[in-house]
């Protein structure tokens, strides 16, 4: 069975500090993994996946089949970052039946 | 461009009571889903479906029927209503199995 684990469920840190999300998964095939994020009062929306290898809004997540991980990263937090951050994993051709982690809470102060 | 609608946005039923969770889509998605989110748990899949008259169960499946008559459409249909299904319900769609998935509001379901 595939599952997605993110320890923690709040994140704090300050303005300027470097943010490192957790994601670890289990699956036996080929992973697609993916990060989104649900600014308050808004709906949930993808931030980014790993095959685009893209850096969106600052964050970067590499994928590491080795230790079976997608940590999200962002070197200098910003408070508009402050929202909540599911990991999810998907197979190929499944970006729509995705399996989610239970989510981050980042909060960025001051 | 409304994207992923869901209605209502907020629901009470008293148990043992039908009801049915609207889902459109105005993308021409093929790939739409059904999701609840419960605390603590994350969002898991309820059903989904490939494409008109295509449906499949997802992780949770059990007290909610779904069909797809038409592209744009993805109801939820709970038969008979249980306090265990309390929940925020989200829909999602996608233009294929590889492309990013679009999410609803979320519908919140309260069942007393």
């Known amino acids: 069975a595939q599952r997605v684990t993110q320890p923690e469920k709040l994140l704090s840190v300050f303005k300027g500090a470097p943010v490192e999300l957790k994601c670890n998964y289990s699956y036996s095939g080929s992973p697609e993994l993916f990060w989104y994020v649900q600014y308050s009062r808004q709906r949930l929306q993808l931030l980014l996946r790993?095959?685009s290898r893209e850096s969106i809004k600052g964050f970067t997540a590499d994928l590491n089949k080795g230790e079976t991980s997608f940590h999200l990263k962002k070197p200098f937090a910003q408070e508009e970052d402050s929202a909540m951050y599911y990991c999810?994993?998907?197979?190929?051709?499944?970006?729509?039946?995705?399996?989610f982690g239970t989510g981050t809470r980042l909060q960025v102060t001051l | 461009n409304a994207g992923v609608t869901q209605t209502p946005k907020f629901q009470v039923l008293k148990t043992g009571q039908s009801m049915t969770l609207q889902c459109a889509q105005d993308m021409n998605h093929e790939y739409m889903s059904w999701y609840r989110q419960d605390p603590g748990m994350g969002l898991r899949l309820i059903h989904y479906?490939?494409?008109?008259?295509?449906?499949d169960q997802g992780e949770v499946p059990n007290g909610y029927n779904v069909s797809r008559s038409t592209t744009e459409d993805f109801p939820l249909r709970l038969l008979s209503a249980a306090p265990s299904q309390t929940s925020v319900y989200f829909c999602?769609?996608?233009?294929?199995?590889?492309?990013?998935?679009?999410f609803g509001q979320g519908t919140r379901l309260t069942v007393v």
């Open positions: 479906s490939v494409g008109a008259g295509i449906t």
């Open positions: 790993h095959i």
């Open positions: 999810a994993l998907g197979n190929t051709g499944t970006a729509s039946k995705l399996t």
């Open positions: 999602a769609s996608s233009l294929t199995g590889d492309t990013e998935a679009f």
